[in-house]
């Protein structure tokens, strides 16, 4: 709905010059709110016109003010047209810079998202993870291919962006891109800590997201079985190299640790809890929540093994961690070599620990999400909803207590 909009022209006899002339003023009613300004013309106070909002008469100079006036006036209307034209809010602010030739400054979508990333990128090692950085550089590439993909253009003003906006933008990476559900939740996640800053800094006053609701898709995780981690154990290979991923995957199986974890342990991780035994103790890579983990007898005899290993001295870490492609690389050939038929990764040492090692040997789940380094309860949850075995292993305890004799 368009502000009403009132013209008035006025002899501000206040302001009377010694040569007994009053300036005339400009009043620009927006609804209720005024704005008030100098035309740069001046008339005598008798020659001033209240009713007619004009100069009496019809002098050279009673006709040259009457017309500059009159051009003045259809000004205003066309300052409220461009503000209507460029989609703004026309009120007193506005129509004021308008008057005044303030241009207001865009915000740019693309440059604001721009300069968050090179902010995260500063505090890589502080507050945020390298990998944290990457998937906010992956996200703006997103955001731009999208801009050329349904607008042709290379940015846009954040006060552009609306419900359709982003629901299109949805469809965008589910189709154009093909990304999965999760993995489209998750940019447009990303996205929307671009609204919450601007929203945040009041560049734009409505938020985008109100109506707007994503669900992620609960994702079965895989996860080694203890026959399974058994096999892998007594599993000796002809390849050393084999054999050293075998066994630092294994460590992971037995820490919960994820690979950026287990790559940058370190003598410093390693000391005393308070059982009087050895313990981890490690900020996580990804979130920097404090992960302290009692090392359990597997573990401990990993750490003892590659104690003496030539690239555990020059790195001056615990365990000689290969990059996390090569290990996935030899997991695969590992699990072939094992008979296990499911696609190793490294992370399912994680989801291993989580299920198999501690959740199944009744560890209660406040444990395990400590140990995991979980800043949420629900998400250690996600482990527990598919432990079939323990609830078989639970329910034979209760109808051994129910058993009719």
Known sequence: MNAKL????YAKRAKTTTDGLVPIYIRVTVDSERIELSTKRYTSPDKWSVEGNRIKGTSAEAKAVNTYLDTLKAKMYEYQQ???REDEEVNAENMRNKILGIEKRKHLLVAIFKQHNDEVKALIGKDYA???HIRYVTSLKHTVDYLQWKYKISDIDIRKIDHEFITSYEFYLKSVCKCCQNTTSKYIKNFGKIIRICLANGWIQKNPFINYKSKMVEVERAFLSMEEIEIMLNKEFSMERLNQVKDIFL????????YADVKKLSTRNIGIG??????????RTKTDTRSNIPILPIASAILEKYRDHPQVAIQGKLLPVLSNQKMNGYLKEIADLCGINKELTFHIARHTFATTVTLSNGVPIESVSKMLGHKNLKTTQHYAKILDLKVSNDMQILKEKFWIR
């Open 6 to 9: 009132s013209i008035l022209f």
């Open 82 to 84: 461009q503000l209507i």
């Open 130 to 132: 390298p990998a944290t």
């Open 251 to 258: 460590f992971s199986c037995f820490t919960g640790l994820a």
């Open 274 to 283: 308070i059982d009087g035994e050895r313990w981890i103790f490690i900020n």
